[in-house]
């Protein structure tokens, strides 16, 4: 496979970490740096992950996945971006950060944006390309976005307060939704 298209792969599956990225940093005033690295590394790692456990189970069970995988991204990430948007609406200034810290929400949301990526690993194996490089190239860029995507979100959170939470929250339904609409028009 070119290394371009892998490049390209890779920022296609990283574009949603970094969207949650930004939209956790959002969260908090502090800990941004830690938060990136935090979902940054789970990220990456799921994203990588989920690749290989896409393209093996692409070998075995092609049929049995990919029926619902979309269904799964768009619930949680419905989910936390409802969640989002009703505490940015509440806007009682309360400005506590909230805890992205927590296994549970590292391991949802890790899964919420490494669906697509277990998808891209069955397709890969159904066309017999090496899986290897791609995996850790989405690994990498996945991590880099993150911390950028947490810096970011940081510093637009001083600005915008509880506005960007709204808007965090939105970008995650908007997100799954895309996830939906594209496997629509797959079909």
Known sequence: MDLLVVL???ISLALDCFAVSLSAASHGQGKRLGLGLVLGSCFGVSQAGMLLAGSFAGYFMVDLISGFDHW???GILLAVGLKMIC???KGNGEGGEKNFFSLG???ALSVATSIDA???GLSLALIAESILVVALAAGVVSFLFS???ALLGGRLAERFGNRFEVIGGLILIVIG???LLEHAAAF
């Open 118 to 120: 277990l998808g891209v």
């Open 72 to 74: 799964v991204a768009f």
């Open 87 to 89: 505490e940015g609406m």
């Open 8 to 10: 390209f792969l890779g």
């Open 177 to 179: 939704t895309r996830i």
């Open 105 to 107: 929400t590292l391991i």
């Open 147 to 149: 911390v950028v995507g």
